[in-house]
């Protein structure tokens, strides 16, 4: 796709990095960082798997699909990164991590479900119905879940900062929802979607490990505050990826966003830098939802034209910059240096 | 509808005394309940409705769609009424009575997705008007914003009570889905699928009431039995309506189980009565999912054939039994009395 030219040439994001076969430093990141906490992380994914568990099989089924498959892991690993690199030396914060990975999940489940308006323009499968009623439902099991593992922690604090967290993901959810197909909603209203459906969760992960090592408030809040521009940076990547990433090579799909008519920052800066023949394009493609096969390769075109691409990833890599800037409270360590380079991954435009 | 002359002639439900505008004994139950926890309630509603705020506009119009709207509000109501019955003094049962409403909101919103209800209450069910996929979110937030509420009452006990109850909740909506159009999954898994997704909030709801009062263990055992089997003869009375209740008196729509192949009580007696012939009606109807219109007063009929509303009702009597009996460790008061009645109430065939 023609538009990759236009994107700086070595981007790659955590969403890359499962796939990519190549050595590129890009990587050594979050390859470090999953070293680093290794046995934690093997113990946690234990974790995650015996409390999956239910006598309604079709429970583990569904949530081995997305919660054991594999995936990422950021989430938890934040948690158990920040919790080592606050020196902490206990087990709290194994059941911690497989919490955040269980919300995390649940809102993955929850937003898979797709109204009947979407499913009659082909974005679901024709199992979509029976995928919807068990998505919600192993949802909804998976987010009680990892509030009992919190119950039996016993910490009221980390209790806190997670059913909040869990209230902002769902705010966040819903703001996108409403501003769905609405360019006029703005970028301000972007950047509180993307907050809550996506930063509030790293923002918790990582207060919790300082929380568990029982550090003062100081690095409490400077965790979190890495946490949330982390989180601004990862999203912002993904929505760009959204209009630029290489199906073939990333094993992304490309625009999902648009068919959805989700209004996410490349589009903003498209809208906003367009002609008033762009800007009806963009208004019919995304605020009257009419879509023709070939509006996609359009709205790259247009985003491409005005380096949207580019302009998104300049912000995420502020974000990454805000995110190592809060570690600089904590001593040098291992950790600190992993969640330093996962910050400059994230939006990598190294080499 | 001409199974109703096969019922007993003056059954009435918690889910009738919303509408019936006559003075039938049977409303009284609930009457009374309401008002000798009448301030407690008032102030529960306050609480409800400040919670359910947020900036997200669409948050408190979705959830005042069913929580302000109004309703039965029996679950709060029995917290409250549980926490007066065990003497207590303070306001921590106000909060987590709305708790477990907002719990029971949450539930019913992500029930609608799932069974795609066109009528609740008689009014259009939320994801009707607002669609699907914000009847999941909007049900996330009021879910977390029930957790919020009690972290900030402070009690683990609550926690671990509500959190195992929104467990087994989930468990019991999947066991639903999973022995849909099943009619082989029979009588045992039917009972657990209400155990779970009726009787375990009904229970917790009850429960939560002695442990704000600082009860012994057997009083909070005892008011949890109560809850449960008020629960399973709630959930008994409900299945029954669905095949025998009149749409225009109670505001109910009859068939929706039928439509959606539910294994429910009434359908499992018809089918274990019926002849070769009526079971293979049930297999087409519920297990293929094969119905023309005619087929719902078919499915009545034969239910009328065999009582099976007449059985199922007396099961859901006997539960309502136990439930009286698990209160009679308690001593005599205005509100163990009120509890006795509702169940009565919640089965009644008195005249």
Same sequence: chains 1, 2.
């Avoid at 965790?223 to 601004?232: E, H, V």
């Avoid at 625009?255 to 963009?282: C, H, I, M, N, Q």
Wanted: one cysteine or more; charged letters at 20%; glycine letters at 6%.
């Amino acid at each position: 796709m023609g538009v990759l030219a236009n994107m700086p040439s070595t981007v790659a994001t955590i969403d890359a990095v499962d796939r990519a076969e190549s050595g590129r430093p890009a990587e050594d990141a979050l390859t470090r960082l999953v070293r680093l906490v290794d046995a934690d992380l093997q113990e946690c994914n234990r974790t995650i798997v015996a409390n999956m568990n239910s006598d309604v099989e079709l429970i583990p089924q569904l949530a081995a699909h997305l919660v054991a498959a594999g995936g990422k892991r950021i989430r938890p690993l934040l948690t158990l990164a920040a919790a080592r690199m606050c020196a902490y030396e206990g087990h709290r914060h194994i059941d911690l991590a497989a919490c955040v990975e269980f919300i995390h999940t649940a809102t993955l489940l929850h937003d898979d479900v797709v109204d009947e308006s979407l499913l009659r323009r082909g974005l679901a499968s024709a199992n979509a119905v029976f995928g919807n009623k068990a998505s919600v439902l192993v949802g909804d099991f998976l987010f009680a879940r990892a509030f009992q593992l919190m119950v039996a922690d016993g910490s009221l604090k980390v209790l806190d900062i997670l059913c909040r967290a869990s209230a902002t993901i769902a705010e966040g959810e819903v703001l996108q929802l409403v501003t769905q197909n609405d360019l006029a909603s703005g970028e301000a209203q972007y950047l509180q979607v993307i907050g809550g459906k996506t930063a509030a969760l790293f923002t918790a992960a990582c207060e919790v490990g300082a929380v568990v090592a029982d550090r003062p408030l100081a690095e409490e809040q400077a965790l979190g505050q890495y946490g949330t521009a982390l989180g601004m940076a990862f999203q912002l990547v993904d929505d760009a990826l959204d209009y630029a990433a290489d199906q073939a090579t990333l094993g992304k799909t490309v625009g999902d966003d648009f068919r959805e008519g989700k209004v996410t920052l490349p589009v903003l800066l498209a809208y906003a830098a367009g002609d008033s023949e762009e800007r009806a394009f963009w208004e019919r493609t995304i605020d009257q939802s009419e879509q023709t096969d070939a509006d996609l390769d359009h709205a790259m075109a247009l985003i491409a034209r005005h380096d949207c691409i580019g302009a998104t990833l300049r912000r995420a890599a502020e974000f990454a910059d805000q995110a190592k800037a809060s570690l600089s409270i904590f001593p040098a360590s291992p950790y600190r240096d992993a969640l330093v380079a996962v910050a400059d991954y994230t939006v990598s435009r190294a080499s």
